[in-house]
């Protein structure tokens, strides 16, 4: 039982280390269209935070698959997918020449993003609390209806 909480533990810091990543690469993108930053500056803001994300979004699906977290995993799949084609086409950085011509696609983009790890962010705070509260309860079986 004290191996699920840590799971959920670290799924809750990983999920916020998403959520804020994502905030600042909107407002990066946000800042850059108000003209507050340079291209060369926002992208290279962005594309340092690129693979840190592709990273944490990869570990934390393979964690719930070996973790037999099937609804997890099923939900963080399809963007770890999504992420995965990006980095083999060699589209997932931000090109500094062709920032302002995608801006609005990437600004969408980002948004899907960010509404989808708050969406995670909110399923894996619900399970930590529902495992907390069971760990310290010692009641298993009822761990296992959710």
């Given at each position: ?11 809750f810091f ?18 850059l269209e ?23 979004q990869g ?88």
């Amino acid at each position: 039982m004290a191996w699920d909480l840590f799971l959920w533990i670290l799924s809750f810091f990983v999920s916020l280390a998403l959520v804020a990543s994502v905030f600042y690469q909107v407002i990066c993108l946000t800042d850059l269209e108000a003209d507050y930053l340079n291209p060369f500056e926002t992208s290279s803001r962005i594309n340092r935070l690129i693979l840190p994300e592709f990273i944490l979004q990869g570990s934390i699906c393979i964690l719930f698959l070996l973790t037999w977290h099937w609804v997890f995993f099923l939900v963080a799949l399809p963007v770890t997918c999504y992420h995965a084609m990006l980095y083999k086409e060699r589209r997932h950085l931000i090109d500094v020449t062709e920032v302002f011509r995608g801006i609005s696609f990437e600004k969408k983009l980002r948004f899907t993003k960010l509404g989808f790890y708050i969406v995670l962010f909110i399923m894996v705070v619900f399970r930590l609390t529902l495992s907390a509260v069971y760990s310290f309860t010692e009641d298993d079986d009822l761990l296992h209806l959710f």
